[in-house]
C-alpha cells in the first residue's frame, strides 16, 4: 500500500511519467513486503518550486507506507527514487529531497487493513 507522489518544477511527458511510474514499481521491493500490485504513483510536473533559494531543477518525492522498514531498506529506496528521478528528468541527485510517512491506518475498497 505504498504511494509515492513527486512534485517537480519541470515538464514531465507522458512517456516519462509511465517510465517513471514503471521503475518506481521495481524499486519499490526495496521495502520487504512492498510491490506495484499496490503501489499508487502520483506525478506533479510544473509546480512551482525552489530549493536553496532558486528555481532550478528540482524535485519533493514523498513517500507514504502502511506499516515501516528499516533505515536500509529506506536508504536503498531514495537511492532509487534519486537515480530515477535524476536519469528521466535531468535532475541532480543533490535537488531531490525524500520524505517518508509510515501509517498503521490505510483504508481501501471501504475498510482498513
Known amino acids: 500500500m505504498p504511494f509515492i507522489n513527486v512534485k517537480t518544477n519541470v515538464s514531465v511527458t507522458d512517456d516519462k511519467a509511465e517510465s517513471i511510474k514503471s521503475l518506481f514499481g521495481q524499486a519499490i521491493t526495496a521495502i520487504p513486503g512492498k510491490s506495484e500490485a499496490w503501489l499508487m504513483v502520483e506525478i506533479e510536473p510544473e509546480r512551482k518550486l525552489w530549493f536553496k533559494g532558486t528555481a532550478e531543477e528540482a524535485a519533493m518525492v514523498e513517500v507514504s507506507l502502511f506499516g515501516g522498514a528499516s ?22 541527485t543533490s535537488r531531490i529531497y525524500v520524505k517518508y510517512s509510515e501509517t498503521s491506518n490505510w483504508g481501501w475498497n471501504g475498510s482498513n487493513f
Do not use: D, E, W
Open 71 to 92: 533505515h536500509n531498506a529506506y536508504s536503498m529506496l531514495t537511492s532509487h527514487i534519486t537515480g530515477i528521478i535524476s536519469a528521466q528528468l535531468g535532475i541532480p
